[in-house]
């Protein structure tokens, strides 16, 4: 959907960081409604550069709406402020498609008895976003009781969207509907708050389920309540391994949910982030929105969050495990045939899952990966590591390329062994 | 001045709009394609969507913008032309107008 709008000449890395810290700067500035005059920046800094830091960001249609009819706005680079333009007019349009599906999964639930909250950014979108466009996501996560997954994933398919393997040993599943080759809608349904081993136990399902709140801007669907918004947008920073975790999205969804509280409000987040012990993760959180956006944060509540954690016992590092986790996902999930399909996933999956997983092709290899398969399933998942799925998926693919390239001769003898063995062509 | 007033405007119903700031963001669900419309033609959706008919739908906007008639005629004959090609609206014939 997007184009680029030009490819940006390459610095030094030591001078990228140091004009992507002031770029950065220079959008807090303008994100918090102070004057951003383009003058102000350094002139090796290109519209490009400053375009590519808002996307990595997730910022430019938020950036746009922010900028648009400010004076200062006529003074930023002519392709600049198309490139936001559109940027913005592409989150909306998606904001809309995304909602229109959305509604059709949620109706089939609903039609069903089953509870569901809507969380992270399509949730904050709709309650604490003037225009949910300017929320640049990428999915929408949707949480519910493991107890009423298989029912779930009934209405999944019943409301026409298909459902993509792995389901049981993440925690979550994903689940798409195809709009053109080019794209498709995909919400993550998830049965713990987060997928990090470390934090999945914060907020149980039905815990999070009682104090929620309805959204009117989405037809009476039920969100986390503030407070729980914002220590799950504090955790998830710290528990996802695929973004940067200073994406100013995040840190601006903190800003934005600590100024909605009262401080009373806060000061009960700063105590429920101490009682379930993740005050690092969230006086983390909080540090960057009062360095990014000024967030207002009294000393009470920094005081509390500073409160150093627990330490980590036997029977806690045990909760807070993969193994942990899975033994509790097995005993909860509600019924023979999705505990073999968490079996299944974690220990045999199907020969192309396995084939895909590692990008190989060849036939000849799956010997081999199931070996490491079974062999990573006991020593990566059910150690106690707190790690998440993609994590390990990541060291497991790491080991399945080492194997590739350092097996050399001797692994290329003992596959033709094998397949002369199997009788395999 | 004929062609218009002698149809009437159908929104299709597989699209979804949204205004922002004075501008609309129009998403056709069936080629998910999406258009964007600037003040002027906020305002003649904002109309159409009221189901405002061709005939009042100019008049309207002689009495709210400082613009020639022929040239507002040839504006929103363009603007309606537009949005016809990308299957937003289907002009419908009256069949009562003489």
């Known amino acids: ?425 | 001045m004929n062609t218009l007033t002698t149809h009437r405007i159908v929104i299709s119903s597989d699209v979804l709009s949204q205004e922002v700031a004075g501008e609309t963001v129009l998403l056709d669900l069936t080629s998910e394609k999406y258009f964007g419309l600037d003040h002027v033609g906020t305002r003649v959706w904002q109309l159409l969507s009221e189901g405002t008919p061709l005939s009042e739908l100019v008049a309207l906007l002689l009495t709210e913008y400082e613009v020639d008639e022929d040239q507002l005629q040839s504006d929103v004959s363009s603007l309606l032309e537009s949005l016809q090609e990308a299957g937003l609206i289907q002009l419908e014939k009256e069949s009562h107008v003489s």
């Open chain 1, 1 to 425: 959907m997007r184009r680029r709008l030009a490819v940006a000449a390459e610095k030094p890395e030591g001078l990228l960081n140091k004009l992507n810290h002031i770029i950065d700067r220079f959008l807090c500035q303008a994100l918090r409604g102070e004057p951003a005059l383009w003058e102000e920046l350094p002139s090796n800094i290109s519209a490009v550069e400053l375009y590519d830091r808002c996307q990595h960001h997730g910022v430019s249609a938020l950036l746009y709406h922010a900028m648009h009819h400010r004076p200062e706005w006529p003074g930023w680079p002519r392709k600049l402020r198309r490139e936001l333009d559109e940027a913005s007019k592409s989150g909306i349009a998606q904001d809309m498609l995304r909602a229109h599906h959305l509604q059709l999964l949620l109706t089939s639930l609903r039609q069903q008895g089953l509870r569901v909250i809507l969380t992270k950014g399509e949730a904050l979108a709709a309650s604490h976003y003037t225009t949910p466009g300017t929320r640049a996501r990428c999915d929408s996560d949707l949480f519910i009781s493991i107890t009423e997954l298989m029912h779930v994933q009934q209405a999944v398919l019943d409301a026409g969207f298909e459902i993509h393997s792995p389901i049981y040993k993440s925690h979550q599943f994903t689940v798409t509907r195809m709009l053109d080759p080019s794209h498709n809608v995909r919400f993550d349904i998830h049965w713990r708050i987060q997928n990090a081993p470390r934090f999945a136990r914060v907020l149980s399902f039905e815990e999070a389920y009682a104090g929620s709140a309805e959204l009117a801007e989405l037809g009476g669907t039920r969100g986390l309540n503030v407070i729980d918004a914002l220590l799950l947008a504090c955790i998830h920073r710290c528990g996802n391994e695929r973004h940067d975790r200073d994406r100013l999205i995040w840190i601006y969804d903190i800003h934005l949910l600590l100024s909605s509280l009262t401080d009373s409000g806060r000061k009960d987040f700063a105590q429920k982030a101490v009682n379930r012990n993740v005050q690092k993760a969230c006086w983390d959180g909080v540090c960057r929105a009062i360095t990014s956006f000024h967030t207002a944060v009294p000393d009470q509540v920094q005081e509390l969050l500073r409160a150093p954690e627990l330490k980590q016992t036997w029977s806690r590092k045990y909760a807070e495990s993969n193994l942990g986790l899975l033994v509790d996902d097995w005993q909860l999930l509600p019924n023979r045939q999705a505990r073999l399909g968490l079996i299944r996933e974690l220990f045999i999956p199907s020969s192309d899952a396995l084939l895909n997983k590692y990008h190989k092709t060849s036939k000849y290899w799956l010997p081999f990966l199931y070996f490491r398969q079974i062999l990573g399933g006991f020593t990566e998942r059910l150690l106690l590591r707190d790690e998440d799925s993609e994590q390990i998926e990541q060291k497991e693919d790491w080991f399945a390329c080492t194997v590739a390239e350092t097996g050399g001769l001797a692994g290329r003898l003992v596959i033709n062994a094998y397949s002369m063995i199997m009788g395999l062509p």
